[in-house]
Nanobody
Framework: QLQLVESGGGLVQPGGSLRLSCAASGSTLDYYAIGWARQAPGKEREGVSL????????YYTDSVKGRFTISRDNAKNTVYLQMNDLKPEDTAVYFC??????????????????????WGQGTQVTVSS
């Protein structure tokens, strides 16, 4: 049974950076697509980014393009989300998720991510001065 644990969240000033980690246990991540989603207070959970297992293709929601970078280190069984130039609107609980099933292209990644089987417990990111 795959288990995911996020870490790296915290309080940061606008313009600052954080790197979130998603460490997996119970199975190797080599064959899993991994995604990050976030949920702000009073809002629905939204997909932030996803990386495919087959070819490493990455997808991002428009609001984080150019600021966030998803990457994976299969040797460490860990996926990362590097977040730069953080804004107050990035404040949310960030979750990582995994599934064997991956999107075939960039048009479906959000819906595919929302149906992922395995989810972590989340880590809080607060961007405030």
């Amino acid at each position: 049974q795959l288990q995911l644990v996020e870490s790296g969240g915290g309080l940061v000033q606008p313009g600052g950076s954080l790197r979130l980690s998603c460490a997996a246990s119970g199975s190797t991540l080599d064959y899993y697509a991994i995604g990050w989603a976030r949920q702000a207070p009073g809002k629905e959970r939204e997909g932030v980014s996803l990386i495919r297992s087959s070819d490493g293709s990455t997808y991002y929601t428009d609001s984080v393009k150019g600021r966030f970078t998803i990457s994976r280190d299969n040797a460490k069984n860990t996926v990362y989300l590097q977040m730069n130039d953080l804004k107050p609107e990035d404040t949310a609980v960030y979750f990582c998720a995994a599934d064997i099933f991956e999107p075939v292209d960039g048009s479906t990644w959000r819906s595919v991510l929302s149906a992922f089987e395995y989810w972590g417990q989340g880590t809080q990111v607060t961007v405030s001065s």
